[in-house]
């Protein structure tokens, strides 16, 4: 397994994803250590004791707490309806919290629209209807853009250097390819916002491990560059492996926290969530 080598090599400082005029403000992350503990140093981005549910019906989050530091790579699993979606809008604007707070960089983004969100450095990859299957490729990347009204050329080309088969079909219908392919058009039109913290739920959906390695592989050389994933993945033990920081939801609540490796090596996880 290749996770350990990941977590020891840490170390790039080209932040040019999001960063290509070098005038950005992100630092990025600079030496191998373990994620830090819970009550450490604040993370950059934080669902802070979270309660809440749809509308007025009853509260599927439960004083949930969900965080990433800058560069690093947090990953949430848990079983089916464990509310780990719900966390992801929660973190996102897309829920009214009954209690808790979200922060990034220390601001308090409670009260934000999720659009207004974006405007703060996040960028979100929902698990469903994540492209436009209608417009091109390259149509797709311009749509993540919207917000920007500076050259968004660079962007896109870095997004090309990425995903290299995305350049190849810039001119098909996302909708045209395959699964993986589609979610890489998902990923790279998040990261044409140049966002700190790109949030995504379930990125390997359905895609053969093949690919989903290959995803992981890109998603760290993101996280490389300085930007904090936070991400909900089904294939728990492979995600952990790439993790600095894991959650076990169950039933809204945090059921475990720790680095990715901790949770590995935990047996009651492992008994219960990774199949022993
Ligand atoms: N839009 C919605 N309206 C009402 N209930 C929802 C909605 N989306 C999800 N839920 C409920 O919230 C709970 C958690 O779902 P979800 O966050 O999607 O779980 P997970 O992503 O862990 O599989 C489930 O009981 C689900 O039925
Ligand atoms: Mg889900």
């Known amino acids: 397994m290749s996770g350990s080598a990941y977590q020891d090599d840490r170390g790039n400082k080209d932040r040019s994803i999001t960063n290509p005029e070098g005038q950005g403000t992100l630092t990025a992350y600079g030496k191998a250590t373990e994620a830090k503990p819970a009550g450490g140093e604040a993370p950059f981005l934080i669902g802070d004791s979270m309660t809440g549910g749809y509308g007025s019906g009853a509260d599927i989050l439960h004083d949930c707490t969900i965080a990433v530091e800058e560069g690093q790579i947090a990953v949430i699993v848990g079983p089916n309806g464990a509310g780990k979606s ?3 809008k929660a973190v996102f604007g897309m829920l009214n919290l009954r209690q808790g707070t979200v922060r990034i960089g220390g601001r308090d983004i409670t ?3 999720p659009q207004a969100r974006v405007a703060e450095g996040m960028a979100f990859v929902p698990q469903t209807s994540n492209i436009f299957t209608s417009l091109t490729v390259e ?3 311009e749509m993540g ?3 920007r009204r500076d050259d968004i050329r660079t962007t896109i080309d870095q997004v090309y250097d990425l995903f290299p088969i995305l350049k190849d079909k810039r001119r098909q219908a996302a909708g045209e390819l395959s699964g993986g392919q589609r979610q890489q058009v998902a990923v790279g039109r998040a990261l044409m916002t140049q966002p700190q913290v790109l949030m995504l739920d ?3 959906a359905g895609v053969s491990p093949i690919v989903m390695d290959e995803l992981f592989d890109r998603i760290i050389e993101v996280a490389r560059t300085g ?3 936070l991400m909900v993945e089904q294939n728990a033990r492979q995600a952990l492996e790439i993790a600095d920081r894991g959650y076990v939801l169950v039933q809204g609540s945090n059921a475990y926290t720790g680095t990715g490796k901790e949770l590995l090596a935990d047996d009651e996880v492992r008994r219960s969530f990774l199949g022993g």
């Open 145 to 147: 853009a919207f917000l």
């Open 202 to 204: 379930e990125p390997t």
């Open 139 to 141: 149509e797709n990347l």
């Open 111 to 113: 009260d934000l629209t």
């Open 86 to 88: 719900t966390a992801m």
């Open 227 to 229: 930007i904090s994933i």
